[in-house]
């Protein structure tokens, strides 16, 4: 029988072919068929904290209690969806809401008051605090920029 | 091209030589060759294990948090009750898989020269995977868990003089509660799979060297009248061709009956109404029980857990006592001593489940 086996291999008559083509193709299929049946549910398991961050984000206005206290010449810093934000009150009296992820790589910058400026500890990147503008630095864009409305309760930031 | 490629790559990794070892292997053919499959069956069902596992690490949170993390792989995560399901089930099939694979392989006598070690790497892999079980019983950190690890730490706790000490060492504490799952966990994740992973290849390697075993009634053959396929792909084929019906069998089971998880493990709520120990500890507990009750007291115990022992050493060390092909009576004697394991282990489980009535 062993010898059988091998022997087989050696010649195919053109109708095996025929089948064994067949028979690729079904089980091709099958395996796609499972390949999906797995893959699916193992891709919505893992995507599941995506999916949740994605509905969080689809805030358009957030409303920071008694924010409208904040002192002149400081910052809030504050999510906005699942993204950092930071609000500042200026010394002039104005209020600007900037997001506060740096444009070149992503880290968090921070308000400088002394200096009047938004700063990025990873690589230096500056930003103007009014108008989210880069203004030194590797930086290729200027901060996202909020619209903020005051009242008695609350800072309401909203998108632009 | 391709031969260029392939030429490189034979030079530096030895192609060749793996595919002749791989042809070379054949695998024997008779009525009992159904049996040659469990071990492939449980190798499957060890890496859908890994699989699952990792899949549940993405989200499990030991320690404190550790009930409301499977909460939420549950009941939040999409298809995470299908994953948990799997894992559990597969752990269930997996331990299932090796009794009928070590079954097999004492009636077909493989544990003979020059196969020892095949069956004792076989053992240890098998209490390894009920180490598993036991300590992944824990992490859901549910009212069953809680109450099957204080259940269960009984056993290291029967030790003499030292007992106490070992079990507050494995509790990490005088109370089953986060520190104990957070040390499972490690446990279960960690000191386990390194143990077991070079243990499986230790195991692995010994079957490609001495290939499979025939039963006794094969081997009185001549060896011309001895039928035999290769490996690869014949067996090969075949093999995954029961892959394919043990992940069906699996996504049955893991999909119409999902894992459940019960109220979190509170010491102060009694113990839940038909708790029992799972399947494959039942007949332990139940032959313990019964021991006790035969032989009461305190040397009793001690006594009971002696015959309970002697019982496991005889059965690992089976092949010193039948470790030839023409031991004859020994191997008849062996024969009995498997049937008997066999049905003691049959009965004790029914009445365990009996009694639960």
């Known amino acids: 029988m062993s010898e059988l086996t091998s022997k087989h291999i050696v010649a195919v008559p053109p109708d095996d072919l025929a089948t064994r083509r067949l028979f690729l193709g079904v089980a091709s299929l099958a395996g796609l068929g499972y390949a999906a049946a797995i893959g699916y549910p193992v891709y919505r398991y893992l995507a599941s904290p995506i999916e949740e961050n994605a509905a969080a984000s689809a805030v358009t206005e957030v409303a920071l209690r008694d924010a409208q206290k904040l002192p002149p010449g400081s910052a809030l810093m504050f999510k906005f969806g699942s993204q950092p934000a930071m609000l500042i009150h200026h010394r002039d009296n104005t209020w600007t809401a900037l997001g506060a992820v740096c444009t070149h790589l992503g880290c968090t910058v921070q308000y400088v008051p002394a200096r009047g400026v938004i700063h990025c500890n990873c690589h230096g990147g500056e930003y103007d605090p009014h108008t989210g503008q880069n203004i030194s630095g590797p930086p290729p864009r200027p901060l996202k920029r909020y619209v903020v409305k005051l009242n008695d309760e609350a800072a309401v930031v909203s998108r632009a | ?357």
């Open chain 2, 1 to 357: 091209m391709g031969s260029a490629i392939y030429n490189w790559l034979d030079e530096r990794l030895g192609l060749t030589e793996a595919m002749a070892l791989a042809r070379e292997k054949r695998v024997p053919v008779h009525g009992h060759s159904f049996w040659y499959y469990w071990g492939g069956i449980t190798l499957f069902l060890f890496i859908a294990q890994a699989l699952t596992g990792v899949l549940l690490l993405v989200y499990f949170r030991p320690g404190a948090d550790a009930y409301e993390s499977v909460r939420q792989i549950t009941y939040q995560m999409h298809f995470g009750w299908l994953i948990r399901s799997a894992h559990s089930w597969c752990a269930n099939l997996m331990i299932f898989a090796i009794f009928v694979h070590m079954f097999s392989v004492f009636f077909m006598k493989a544990y003979r020269r020059p196969r020892e070690f095949g069956w004792f790497t076989g053992l240890a892999l098998l209490a390894l995977t009920m180490l598993f079980g036991f300590s992944g019983y824990l992490l859901p950190m549910d009212e069953l868990s809680y109450f099957a690890t204080k259940v269960g730490l009984q056993i290291p706790a029967g030790v003499t003089l030292i007992g106490p000490a070992i079990e507050d060492m494995i509790r990490g504490g005088a109370e089953v509660g986060e520190f104990t799952v957070q040390r499972f966990f490690a446990l279960h994740v960690v000191v386990l799979p390194a143990l077991f992973l070079p243990l499986l290849g230790l195991h692995l390697w010994l079957v490609q060297k001495h290939g499979n075993a025939v039963p006794p009634a094969e081997e009185a053959k001549p060896a011309a009248a001895r039928l035999s396929i290769p490996f690869f792909p014949n067996f090969f084929a075949k093999d995954l061709a029961m892959w394919l019906i043990a992940l069906n069998v699996l996504a049955l089971l893991a999909s119409l009956f999902p894992w459940g998880l019960g109220r979190p493990g509170d010491p102060l709520v009694p113990a839940p109404p038909g708790i029992h120990p799972e399947w494959y500890f039942m007949s332990s507990f139940e032959m313990l029980k019964v021991l006790g009750r035969w032989f009461p007291g305190a040397a009793g115990e001690a006594l009971g857990m002696i015959i309970f022992n002697a019982g496991l050493v005889l059965w690992f060390l089976i092949p010193f006592y039948d470790g030839s092909n023409d031991s004859g009576r020994r191997g008849r004697i062996a024969h009995y001593f498997g049937l008997l394991v066999l049905f003691v282990l049959v009965v004790t489980t029914a009445a365990g489940y009996q009694s639960l009535k």
